[in-house]
């Protein structure tokens, strides 16, 4: 689990959050190495049909949402933000999930608002992978350094930056 500090925040506050993160935009405003990064994987997975739609959400493997609790499917699903290559789950007031799946991996996006040790409430975020074989337990190896070296790094500070800067974004 990461947790992204939100100085200040409250309880109702994960709306807001969620907004702050959106207006500071996806992958696209990521540091160049994490734009490369991406830009490279989607690359070979077009190259190499990791990402053709039979190997998808509703071809491949069942979306979440349709496993889900009667009381979470009938919850608002949320947008699909542009630029993220992650489809909504649900999104409630504490709580949202977002899905991908291809040739590699099923994986689950769980973002949570929380009370932190400091009292103020915090984003937490999980994510589940579930590797498509042998094939999608090498690459998950293959991509871990970056992951855990320099995707999740920049999105960390990108995040706790837009919770930062929320009110200029709320300005505009």
């Known amino acids: 689990m990461w947790s992204f500090r939100t100085p200040g925040a409250g309880p109702d506050d994960f709306p807001t959050m969620l907004a702050a993160m959106r207006a500071a935009g996806g992958p696209a405003k990521q540091p160049r190495l994490v734009r490369f990064l991406f830009a490279a994987r989607w690359k070979l997975g077009a190259l190499f049909g990791w990402d053709d739609p039979s190997t998808g959400l509703g071809e491949r493997v069942a979306s979440l949402r349709d ?16 630029g993220m290559p992650l489809t909504a789950v649900y ?10 799946a291809n040739k590699t991996v099923h994986t689950v996006m769980h973002l949570g608002w929380a009370r932190g040790a400091n009292g103020d409430y915090e984003l937490q975020m999980t994510v589940l ?13 293959a991509i871990a350094p970056f992951r855990y070296l320099i995707v999740y790094p920049a999105l960390t500070r990108q995040w706790e930056r837009a919770w930062r800067d929320r009110h200029h974004a709320e300005a505009r």
Not at 91 to 100: G, I, K
Request: hydrophobic share 30%; glycine share 8%.
């Open 67 to 82: 496993r889900l609790p009667s009381d979470l499917r009938a919850a608002p699903r949320g947008p699909d933000d542009e």
């Open 129 to 141: 992978v579930k590797p498509n074989g042998w094939f999608g337990r090498l690459y998950m190896s």
């Open 91 to 100: 999104e409630l007031d504490t709580e949202s999930a977002r899905e991908l």
